[in-house]
């Protein structure tokens, strides 16, 4: 394989980790927030309960970071998981959490198009369950030991 003389570090910048923690907290707060607000906090109507005036804000504010995320996928592979790859360490749990950040995109791109022909009884949930599951797998890739 092709070695440049000054090869890239896998170990990412003070900065690169400062904007995973931002997005990846703010996806996260974004999603938590709209769960709580649609399943607890439903204002009172004349017809019975209705959707609290800022439920769709949390999902507008949800977008934003998704779009974040989607540039952040992107930065990262070419900053880290090319050489990350190559280095032949922390293969599975950074697989695992690239596989979960595609289907959480996948899934996310389906409850904005796919229609509410009864996918999304399933598509919702499946999508919030592995978004709320999502720190758990960051943090084991982050604090998974080095194999030598
Ligand atoms: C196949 C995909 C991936 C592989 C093979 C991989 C591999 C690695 C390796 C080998 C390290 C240790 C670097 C070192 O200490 O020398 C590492 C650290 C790290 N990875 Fe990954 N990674 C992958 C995907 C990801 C993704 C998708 C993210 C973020 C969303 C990520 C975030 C991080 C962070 C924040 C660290 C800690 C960096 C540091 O301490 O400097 N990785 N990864
Ligand atoms: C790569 C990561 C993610 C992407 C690309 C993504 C994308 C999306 C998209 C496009 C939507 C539909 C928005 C709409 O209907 O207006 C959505 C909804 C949602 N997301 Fe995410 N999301 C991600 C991660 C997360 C995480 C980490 C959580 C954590 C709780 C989460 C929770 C939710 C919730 C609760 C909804 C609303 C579900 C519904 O409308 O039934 N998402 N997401």
């Given at each position: 394989m092709e070695r440049s003389a000054f090869p890239a570090p896998i170990r990412l910048s003070a900065r690169s980790r400062l904007t995973i923690s931002v997005v990846g907290v703010g996806l996260w707060a974004s999603g938590g927030l709209w769960l709580i607000f649609h399943f607890y906090l439903r204002s009172p109507g004349p017809w019975g309960p209705e959707p609290h005036a800022l439920e769709p804000w949390w999902l507008r504010l949800h977008g934003l970071f998704a779009f974040a995320s989607l540039w952040l996928i992107g930065l990262l592979s070419g900053l880290h998981i090319a050489r990350a790859w190559a280095s032949r360490r922390r293969r599975w749990s950074g697989s695992l959490l690239l596989a979960w950040l595609l289907a959480l995109t996948v899934t996310g791109y389906l409850l904005l198009y796919?229609?509410?022909?009864?996918a999304w009884g399933l598509l919702s949930p499946g999508h919030w369950i592995a978004g709320l599951a999502l720190p758990v797998i960051y943090v084991a890739h982050r604090l998974i030991s080095r194999r030598r």
């Open positions: 796919a229609g509410d022909d009864g």
